[in-house]
């Protein structure tokens, strides 16, 4: 049988938070729906993930340390929400030295590469969980039901310590920004 191969390692791992789960911790228009994995808070060490960039190429949470390091989680980048989310996010943290923002979803890293040639602008970085879901698993975002994220925002600082989480309760509804954007401000050199 064909399939993706796992290091064991990875794959305990990944049972232990594959295990985890969270009825109705998120709605979709009012329906309640199921969550996987843990959900963090302020404080927690974020959990390594694999996911891959626009170009294919892996992507783990070693892979970009050194920085403050905005998460911006959505469902979706086709739909009016998540786009807004992402380009908010991710032109605050280019006006901000030594912060850099990742949106990160379910959608094909083909789909996120098109995105950014239409919206015009090269100063995204794009993320795709699609093939091992391992991000959503990791900090409580993927959606059982339907295989896609959830909307939240995750802040880390260069120690990869949470210092801001929200997880929205309705995909459709924004994250706040304002209260994500003061809790950045407060990390110490930031303006």
């Given at each position: 049988m064909g399939g993706i191969k796992r290091r064991p390692?990875?794959?305990?791992?990944?049972?232990?938070?594959?295990?985890?789960?969270?009825?109705?911790?998120?709605?979709?228009?009012?329906?309640?729906?199921?969550?996987?994995?843990?959900?963090?808070?302020?404080?927690?060490?974020?959990?390594?993930?694999?996911?891959?960039?626009v170009a294919l190429k892996p992507v783990t949470l070693s892979d970009i340390k050194g920085q403050i390091r905005i998460f911006s989680v959505i469902?979706?980048?086709?739909?009016?929400?998540?786009?807004?989310?992402?380009?908010?996010?991710?032109?605050?943290?280019?006006?901000?030295?030594?912060?850099?923002?990742?949106?990160?979803?379910?959608?094909?890293?083909f789909a996120l590469d098109r995105w950014c040639t239409l919206s015009r602008i090269d100063s995204f970085y794009m993320l795709s969980d699609h093939r091992?879901?391992?991000?959503?698993?990791?900090?409580?975002?993927?959606?059982?039901?339907?295989?896609?994220?959830s909307r939240a925002v995750f802040i880390l600082d260069e120690n990869n310590v949470m210092q801001y989480v929200e997880y929205c309760e309705d995909i459709y509804s924004h994250v706040d920004y304002e209260a994500a954007l003061e809790a950045l401000r407060r990390l110490p050199g930031r303006i």
């Amino acid at each position: 049988m064909g399939g993706i191969k796992r290091r064991p390692d990875c794959q305990r791992g990944k049972d232990k938070i594959m295990t985890q789960e969270r009825s109705g911790a998120v709605k979709i228009q009012g329906v309640p729906h199921t969550l996987v994995g843990p959900r963090l808070e302020k404080g927690d060490t974020a959990p390594d993930f694999r996911v891959v960039n626009v170009a294919l190429k892996p992507v783990t949470l070693s892979d970009i340390k050194g920085q403050i390091r905005i998460f911006s989680v959505i469902p979706s980048i086709d739909t009016p929400i998540c786009a807004t989310q992402a380009r908010r996010f991710s032109e605050e943290a280019a006006a901000m030295e030594g912060v850099r923002c990742y949106t990160i979803s379910m959608d094909l890293p083909f789909a996120l590469d098109r995105w950014c040639t239409l919206s015009r602008i090269d100063s995204f970085y794009m993320l795709s969980d699609h093939r091992e879901a391992s991000l959503g698993a990791a900090y409580g975002v993927l959606i059982k039901e339907l295989r896609l994220l959830s909307r939240a925002v995750f802040i880390l600082d260069e120690n990869n310590v949470m210092q801001y989480v929200e997880y929205c309760e309705d995909i459709y509804s924004h994250v706040d920004y304002e209260a994500a954007l003061e809790a950045l401000r407060r990390l110490p050199g930031r303006i």
